[in-house]
């Protein structure tokens, strides 16, 4: 099971952190990632953090403004957003797989295990 955090509302240019909780599973086996979906639009990639190893890969909207990362202890990762844009507003879902291949990361349709999303809403 997933569950996300860390939602809220903010001015353009702020910061918000999102975590992702997992239990069940070894979680460093999972490829983790981010996704979002705002309204009337389709659930778009937003980064991802490889199983088995600390490789991350970024959406390029987000390059240079997110961090993603993971602890393997607290079976947790993290979604650090910083010059938050009107455009990220959107529910923020983290989403997991064991099985997943690079070429796939960025395809929602290939995560098996979804949270239940986090509202990040960003004002002009």
């Known amino acids: 099971q997933l569950q996300a955090s860390g939602g809220g509302v903010v001015q353009a240019g702020d910061s918000l952190s999102l975590s992702c909780r997992a239990s069940?599973?070894?979680?460093?086996?999972?490829?983790i990632g981010w996704f979002r979906q705002a309204p009337g639009k389709e659930r778009e990639f937003v980064a991802t953090?490889?199983?088995?190893?600390?490789?991350?890969v970024y959406e390029d909207s987000v390059k240079g403004r997110f961090t993603m990362s993971r602890d393997n202890v607290k079976n947790t990762v993290y979604l650090q957003m910083n010059s938050l844009r009107p455009e990220d507003t959107a529910v923020y879902y983290c989403a997991a797989s064991s099985t997943i291949i690079f070429s796939e990361i960025s395809n929602h349709l290939s995560y098996a295990h979804w949270g239940q999303g986090t509202l990040v809403t960003v004002s002009s």
């Open positions: 953090a490889r199983r088995y190893n600390t490789h991350i």
């Open positions: 069940g599973g070894t979680f460093r086996s999972y490829t």
